[in-house]
């Protein structure tokens, strides 16, 4: 692991950012040798946020404010470089998410506000929790009109269902009929249901105000406990890799997992 010289400089030079490459660097307190953020970066990227604290006093974040300490005590902040030369952007996103899981597994109190890129499909995870995820059953059919939510992006592991249900609920550019039509919700997260929930009728809510997008619709989640086994089966057919499709209607019902993929491949075949 590099180090940028203790004195640190207002800006890298053009021959020392051109073998850089893509880095993915850490962030140190001098006072007491603890790594407070990971990030992935180009060019001056690393020396970004020192710029930051010291511009933007108006800003206050959790790694602005430790910059801050360490710089009102006469200190400056220590920079590293864990990797450099790094050729795609997706392996730079993979030596970041690894770096910052390492380092909380050692409990370290890092600064950074999201978790890693993909952390929630392939970071850390307990050996039974990992298990019990890549071994977990198909969904089972559902008779009543379903809408199948993907909820990558917002889902992180060990979040409470009362959570899940609020990155469920919306917004969504839904239709007429399935507003009128779904009764029952399914939030999915890397293929598999994170959490199971009825849709109160009549509750969907234009959502301008909230995300200035009058097209999109919220509705209120109740509690599904009839659904609740539902719970870490698997839909990943639903969703292949690759699918930008935030959401799929079931309104005749869900025909459950293996069936489901049992039928598209079927007009697999026939579309050849």
């Not at 006093?57 to 790694?63: G, I, L, M, N, S």
């Not at 360490?70 to 795609?88: A, L, P």
């Not at 009728?201 to 919220?218: A, E, I, L, T, Y």
């Amino acid at each position: 692991m590099k180090s940028v010289s203790k004195k640190n400089p207002k800006a890298l030079l053009i021959e020392v950012k051109e073998q850089l490459g893509i880095y993915v660097y850490a962030l140190v307190d001098p006072r007491n040798r603890e790594v407070f953020y990971v990030g992935k970066g180009t060019g001056d990227r690393i020396l970004a946020h020192a710029k930051e604290a010291k511009e933007s006093k108006e800003v206050h974040t959790a790694k602005l404010d430790r910059i801050r300490a360490i710089e009102e005590r006469g200190h400056e902040v220590t920079h590293y470089f864990i990797r450099t030369g790094i050729k795609t952007d997706k392996e730079a996103f993979a030596v970041e998410q690894g770096a910052i899981d390492a380092l909380k597994l050692a409990g370290m109190e890092l600064t950074n506000l999201a978790a890693g890129h993909g952390s929630s499909q392939s970071g850390a995870m307990l050996l039974s929790d990992l298990i019990a995820e890549l071994a977990a059953p198909p969904t089972p059919a559902i008779q009543e009109p379903t809408v199948i939510f993907k909820v990558n992006r917002l889902w992180v592991k060990g979040m409470k269902d009362d959570a899940v249900a609020d990155i469920t609920h919306g917004f969504w550019k839904i239709g007429v009929q399935p507003r009128a039509k779904a009764q029952i919700a399914l939030a999915v997260a890397s293929g598999i249901v994170r959490g199971v929930y009825r849709i109160e009728p009549n509750s969907w809510q234009n959502g301008n105000r909230m995300s200035g997008d009058k097209n999109r619709w919220g509705f209120e989640p109740m509690a599904a406990p009839e659904y609740q086994e539902l719970v870490g089966t698997q839909v990943r057919s639903v969703f292949p890799k690759g699918s930008q499709t935030p959401f799929r209607l079931f309104l005749d019902g869900f025909p459950g997992t293996a069936k489901y993929e049992s039928e598209s491949k079927r007009q697999s075949t026939k579309r050849r």
